[in-house]
């Protein structure tokens, strides 16, 4: 009797005792673990450590529960759902776009960005206008691709439309395969391509097909709703304070622009110009404590790096700079490659010290590199301006909003000090942004030789 006791005893503790729900399991255990995709969009290693916008959101919802974040990866949304299936990772946050297919695996979060969906093509080859031309061969999708079950309701609107899957390569892989000409044509997501193009220009947009998509994180399929409310909530509040505009801004807002044959100009100078002035940014970017990337794609922006450069108002050399600059950080050859150089450093590193620290990164380099094209003066113009518009005079996706209203008469003359071409260094800033991804991708996709930069013969000590 007094072992059946026992026995009814325990079995009635564990019954009704409460279970471990699992953002408590994610609390006790100090980890939440997260699956994503290697890729532009996703996650990958960049100059200074993880980044991408699918990281940079999950840091911020671990950093909200206090825990430590653990990132694994695989090659397809499948695979990062299966792996949700298996109990692997608490989420997905992989740039997943919301289908009901999909719907029956896994359970989607709040939507945080919306997509559209392109046809790419190869420039030169002949470009179909409209999902009606695809009856030509030549369409191909990865295994793996969401874009299947679009293209099989085209078929029923369209028929004769023409398109494989091809077995061999995954969604990603798609569009350097048809950069290779080995496809023809593939399907791409906004976002996706708006990356991508900045590496290969000789990819193009056919036509747009008339979809959107929303993207979202997923949760496992089960009654625990304690994890997916806490996403909500942390979802709500970065919409409420801005904060998720900011990080969307931070990736892809300098890519909203694409200049063919600049990029084309950027890929050939790379070769034909950089590797006589790699030693010079790589030692300057040490003595200062600067990224030389972000130093070299300054250069790029100023002088396209050929050292003899003059504008009409009379800067020069490498990193443009003017008399007056010049004198200031001890310059007296401007068209020295060197000294014009490690000028521009000192010069930028002075006016980045300038920045409030308060300003986090990026931000507080871009604040510096518009203050480097138009004047610390007028930045602080335009930082004026946010704050009386009740902005925050603290971020660049808002202040980049008020730099071109000091070419305007009515919000200049509020200024201390006046007229200024604003809407240049808002295209400055997102320039060197796109120069500085693509010597980012260079050094580090193709195995290229910025990736341990050497002592040119031409080079002399510093």
């Not at 029923?156 to 990603?172: C, E, F, K, L, T």
């Not at 931000?363 to 003066?377: K, M, P, S």
């Not at 200049?412 to 693509?438: M, S």
């Given at each position: 009797m007094k072992l059946l006791f026992i026995l009814f005893t325990g079995l009635f503790v564990t019954f009704c005792s409460p279970r471990e729900d699992v953002l408590d399991g994610v609390r006790k255990a100090g980890v939440l673990r997260v699956v994503t995709r290697n890729n532009p969009t996703s996650y990958y290693i960049g100059a200074n450590g993880p980044t991408g916008l699918e990281y940079d959101l999950a840091r911020g919802f671990a950093d909200s529960l206090g825990v430590q974040l653990e990132i694994s990866t695989t090659q397809t949304p499948l695979q990062a759902m299966e792996k949700l299936r298996r109990?692997?990772?608490?989420?997905?946050?992989?740039?997943?776009?919301?289908?009901?297919?999909?719907?029956?695996?896994?359970?989607?979060?709040?939507?945080?960005?919306?997509?559209?969906?392109?046809?790419?093509?190869?420039?030169?080859?002949?470009?179909?206008?409209?999902?009606?031309?695809?009856?030509?061969?030549?369409?191909?999708?990865?295994?793996?691709?969401?874009?299947?079950?679009?293209?099989?309701?085209?078929?029923?609107?369209?028929?004769?439309?023409?398109?494989?899957?091809?077995?061999?390569?995954?969604?990603?892989?798609?569009?350097?395969?048809?950069?290779?000409?080995?496809?023809?044509?593939?399907?791409?997501?906004?976002?996706?391509?708006?990356?991508?193009?900045?590496?290969?220009?000789?990819?193009?947009?056919?036509?747009?097909?008339?979809?959107?998509?929303?993207?979202?994180?997923?949760?496992?399929?089960?009654?625990?709703?304690?994890?997916?409310?806490?996403a909500i909530h942390y979802f709500n509040r970065l919409r409420s304070n801005g904060k998720l505009a900011q990080l969307v801004e931070r990736h892809y807002g300098h890519v909203s622009r694409f200049d063919y044959v600049a990029t084309r100009k950027l890929l050939q100078h790379l070769d034909e110009r950089l590797p006589r002035l790699l030693s010079h940014f790589y030692e300057a970017g040490k003595q200062r404590d600067l990224d030389w990337k972000l130093l070299a794609a300054m250069g790029y922006q100023e002088s396209h790096w050929d050292p003899l450069a003059k504008s009409p108002t009379g800067v020069r050399g490498i990193m443009m700079l003017t008399r007056d600059t010049a004198a200031q950080v001890e310059v007296q050859d401007r068209l020295d490659p060197r000294q014009s150089?490690?000028?521009?450093?000192?010069?930028?590193?002075?006016?980045?010290?300038?920045?409030?620290?308060?300003?986090?990164?990026?931000?507080?380099?871009?604040?510096?590199?518009?203050?480097?094209?138009?004047?610390?003066?007028?930045?602080?113009?335009?930082?004026?301006?946010?704050?009386?518009?009740?902005?925050?005079?603290?971020?660049?996706?808002?202040?980049?909003?008020?730099?071109?209203?000091?070419?305007?008469?009515?919000?200049?003359?509020?200024?201390?000090?006046?007229?200024?071409?604003?809407?240049?260094?808002?295209?400055?800033?997102?320039?060197?942004?796109?120069?500085?991804?693509?010597?980012?991708?260079?050094?580090?996709?193709?195995?290229?030789?910025?990736?341990?930069?050497?002592?040119?013969?031409?080079?002399?000590?510093?």
């Open positions: 109990g692997e990772a608490h989420l997905a946050a992989a740039g997943l776009a919301i289908t009901p297919e999909r719907k029956r695996r896994v359970r989607f979060g709040p939507i945080y960005q919306q997509v559209g969906t392109q046809l790419i093509y190869r420039r030169g080859d002949w470009r179909p206008r409209s999902p009606a031309d695809l009856r030509r061969k030549g369409l191909e999708v990865g295994a793996d691709s969401l874009h299947i079950g679009m293209l099989k309701g085209l078929e029923v609107r369209h028929p004769g439309i023409q398109w494989m899957r091809n077995a061999a390569a995954y969604s990603d892989e798609m569009l350097n395969l048809v950069r290779l000409q080995i496809a023809r044509y593939t399907v791409a997501h906004t976002n996706e391509f708006a990356l991508v193009r900045q590496i290969y220009p000789e990819l193009g947009v056919a036509f747009d097909f008339k979809q959107e998509q929303s993207l979202a994180w997923a949760f496992p399929l089960n009654s625990d709703d304690s994890l997916y409310i806490a150089i490690f000028g521009g450093a000192r010069y930028f590193s002075g006016i980045r010290n300038k920045i409030p620290e308060r300003i986090p990164e990026p931000d507080r380099t871009w604040f510096a590199l518009a203050a480097y094209n138009v004047g610390f003066g007028h930045l602080e113009d335009a930082r004026i301006l946010a704050e009386k518009d009740g902005a925050n005079a603290d971020r660049w996706i808002d202040l980049k909003r008020y730099l071109p209203l000091l070419s305007q008469k009515k919000w200049y003359r509020k200024t201390r000090y006046g007229y200024a071409r604003g809407y240049e260094p808002v295209r400055y800033v997102e320039n060197i942004r796109r120069y500085y991804d693509l010597l980012t991708w260079h050094e580090q996709q193709l195995d290229s030789p910025l990736a341990a930069p050497r002592q040119h013969p031409d080079a002399t000590p510093g």
